[in-house]
């Protein structure tokens, strides 16, 4: 049985069921239809873990959100061009310095956006897609494109928002092109993220004109003016008054008094169902706006909204869940929220950060019920010397008054509040964690707000965080105390070589990658859950449970119980069996950590270290794994064996191939925005359209020759 085979298979009954629900809810149960999909910020935070009952599967697949994830995540894609695949590798470099030895990310393409253009720190591109299984390029009536908004004030010469189609390498003519570029308000800057209609064709966001905020719903014209010289939309009351795009509707945000507010800090949340828009801001308010995209958008002022949670505390992005009708959000002051979406009744958590405030909306996992909240300092003083740590805690979505539920720590942030951490982003679930029928997995995090980011793995077994109440150390990012990014985890079920899985995060600066020089870094890392029952071939990796790549030197099918997962061991080269005994029983190889310093490959030299290890020219990483004590290397490179598992004699010392280095790399000046992800190719169709996007957060060069910020797109290595 192969991996994606079992997957589907894991999913049972209920999700056939559920499957047959969805053709009936949508009206096609008779033949196939097209399903678009957005993607934008509020897609991380609104999730749908497996179902645990038939009552909450039949729940959340009324919810537009849920199918969403659905097609985002079980989609066929495009295996990879022989260029693409070699775009992505880099050979190996003689004598590495920094601690993260790493292939390179291939860039596809960067754009312009101004200088000191960005998305922002925390905040998101959003990327469209007319078919979950089809890429559409310019010459499409409808082709896929990709929103980026500048953080510039808007003018004659500087659009604040731009998409871009054209945008997969696999395309005809220049990749990307300028789908269109506006300025919706002179002066007027972007400094969240945007959303999308359900069908594309309107983008929504929230500018901000000195301290005063404004929603914008936005309906695009395709080929409409450039970054350097945007159109300008015209106004109307109404998207139905609009006679010919583009065309702009614009809804200022009050308080109670109906005063104008500002907001910098909260990205506009859009409900699919009910037209309703949610988005925060300054001094705590919370603003529910009707229409968005259907009808007239007006900001509800009655019935207790606009809702003042916190007042002069600024809020963060809010995230709302269909199946509770509440609005989750988090402020600077450090407390979570719930509010009741028709009563605008408030109920406020206990304080869960003590540092610079929850920052990010949290993540709700609606199909179990649960919220994680991300906190920079928990103000405990239970972490290493005294200080207190970086934590991610756990409520019900239906949490009372005063109460924080279970944390897990993720590093320390401060020690006795003497200086205040950098903040933490959300993390990334695994697939194991949306496959499972009890919400059991695994969520990256970049934690160690007060010192180097590092990455943690926390496993969560049947919803319960770990009984320790602290995440595994994983890798160290930074080579000191930097930002880093929200961590994104992209699974692949259809490479070739079988099912693989990456997650993506960036530092700010001082990247612990050689491909990097010490600078801002974009990196991702094999992230894939070992999975029971299921069909591994060799060179197939996985992240297993002690921090370390494991890659498949024997074929076959790993144990049949998801309750006899390998005992897997922390020393290279070392080997581990999995399965039934005899010629189906899988064997697994350890990469070693993915921070362990590699050596160069001398000629005629004696190696001294235990295991040393190195990036042949492959991009595979080699063991010495006989005479560690001693023996000489050949005067000439020998050909390194490229076989997973397979060895290479060296003169009197025998290296052992360990399988594709686990991590790869590129240079992101200041890091950058929150990473989305396109995997929507259907099966032999464009090549190029399993892709990273952010912008970086500082001005570098980008394509053309033109330096400033640049909007991004990256390959994904052993992903598209």
């Known amino acids: ?31 196939p239809v097209r399903h678009s999909v957005p993607t934008d910020w509020s897609h991380r935070h609104l999730i749908f873990s497996h179902p645990a009952t038939a009552e909450r599967a039949a729940r959340v697949s009324e919810d537009p959100r849920y199918w969403q994830q659905k097609y985002r995540r079980e989609q066929r894609l495009a295996p990879p061009s022989v260029a693409e695949a070699e775009a992505g590798m880099q050979s190996a470099v003689s004598r590495p310095r920094l601690k993260i030895r790493s292939q390179k990310l291939h860039r596809d393409w960067s754009r312009n956006l101004g ?36 953080g510039l004030p808007g003018s004659a010469g500087r659009a604040n928002v731009v998409a871009f189609d054209n945008i997969y390498f696999g395309c005809g003519g220049g990749t ?9 308000g002179t002066g007027s800057t972007i400094k969240t993220s945007p959303v999308l209609s359900r069908d594309g064709t309107q983008v929504a966001f929230v500018q901000t004109t000195g301290t005063a905020a404004t929603l914008v719903t936005l309906k695009w014209k395709a080929a409409d003016g450039t970054p350097t010289s945007p159109s300008t939309p015209t106004l109307v009351a109404s998207m139905s008054a609009c006679i010919a795009a583009p065309c702009m509707t614009l809804t200022p945000l009050v308080d109670g008094l109906a005063v104008p507010t500002d907001d910098t800090t909260s990205s506009v949340f859009y409900d699919y169902t009910n037209d309703v828009a949610w ?7 919370l603003h529910k706006t009707t229409g968005l995209f259907n009808g007239t958008p007006t900001e509800v002022t009655t019935g207790g909204f606009p809702v003042q949670v916190n007042a ?20 600077a002051a450090g407390f979570l929220y719930r509010v009741n979406a028709t009563s605008a009744t408030v109920v406020a958590s206990s304080q869960l950060d003590f540092g610079v405030g929850i920052v990010e909306g949290p993540i709700v996992d609606s199909a179990n019920h649960f919220v994680y909240v991300f906190v920079s300092s928990d103000g405990s003083g239970n972490c290493t010397t005294g200080a207190d740590c970086a934590a991610v805690f756990q409520l019900s979505t239906s ?28 993390g990334g679930f695994d697939s194991a964690y949306f496959d499972s029928p009890d919400a059991s997995g695994k969520l990256y995090v970049c934690g160690n707000t007060g010192s180097n980011p590092t990455i943690y793995q926390v496993q969560i077994s049947a919803g319960a965080l770990p009984v320790s109440g602290q995440g595994l150390a ?59 029952f299921t069909n591994y071939v060799v060179g197939q990796q996985v992240l297993s449970t002690k921090g370390h790549v494991e890659t498949v030197i024997h074929a076959g099918t790993s144990a049949a119980l998801a309750t006899s997962e390998p005992l897997w061991t922390t020393a290279p080269a070392s080997t581990v069996t999995d399965g039934n005994p005899g010629p189906t029983q899988v064997v697994w190889i350890d990469q070693g950590a993915f921070g362990a310093p590699f050596f160069a490959w001398i000629s005629s030299h004696h190696y001294t270290s ?60 200041g890091g950058t925005s929150g990473i989305i992800v396109d995997n929507t190719v259907g099966s032999g169709t464009v090549v190029g359209g399993s892709q990273i996007y952010f912008s970086t957060l500082s001005d570098q060069l980008c394509d053309f020759g033109v330096t400033g910020g640049c909007a991004v797109q990256a390959s994904q290595p052993n992903l598209n």
Request: aromatic share 10%.
């Open 115 to 150: 200088a000191s253009g960005s998305v922002g720190a925390g905040n998101y591109p959003a990327k469209f897609s007319f078919d979950s299984n089809t890429a559409f390029c310019d010459a499409a009536t409808t082709p896929d494109y990709v929103v980026f908004s500048s």
């Open 399 to 426: 949490f009372a008054t005063a109460t924080s539920g279970p944390e897990v720590t993720v590093g320390f942030s401060t020690i006795n509040g003497v200086a205040l951490p950098n903040p933490l982003y959300i």
């Open 610 to 669: 235990v295991k040393p290890k190195f990036l042949d020219e492959n991009g595979n990483v080699e063991v010495l794994t006989t005479n560690p004590g001693g023996g000489l290397t050949s005067a000439i490179e020998p050909t390194w064996n490229t076989v997973p598992g397979g060895t290479t004699a060296d003169n009197t010392v025998v290296w052992t191939n360990v399988g594709p280095l686990g991590t790869a790399a590129l240079p992101a000046a």
């Open 279 to 285: 988005v925060g801001g300054a001094s705590g308010w």
């Open 474 to 532: 994983v890798v160290q990012l930074a080579s000191a105390t930097v930002p880093c990014s929200p961590v994104t985890d992209v699974p692949n079920e259809n490479l070739p070589g079988g099912f693989s899985e990456r997650l993506f995060v960036s530092v700010q600066n001082n990247g612990s990658s050689s491909t990097c020089g010490g600078g801002g870094c974009v990196l991702n890392f094999v992230s894939a859950p070992w999975i029971n």
């Open 1 to 31: 049985m192969n991996g994606t085979a079992t997957r589907f298979l894991r999913l049972g009954v209920s999700l056939a069921a559920l499957v047959t629900l969805g053709w009936v809810l949508t009206g096609h149960a008779a033949k």
């Open 312 to 331: 002069g505390s600024t809020l963060s992005s809010p995230v709302y869940d269909r199946i509770t009708n509440n609005v989750f959000v988090g402020d």
């Open 176 to 184: 990307p092109l300028v789908y269109w570029a506006y300025n919706t």
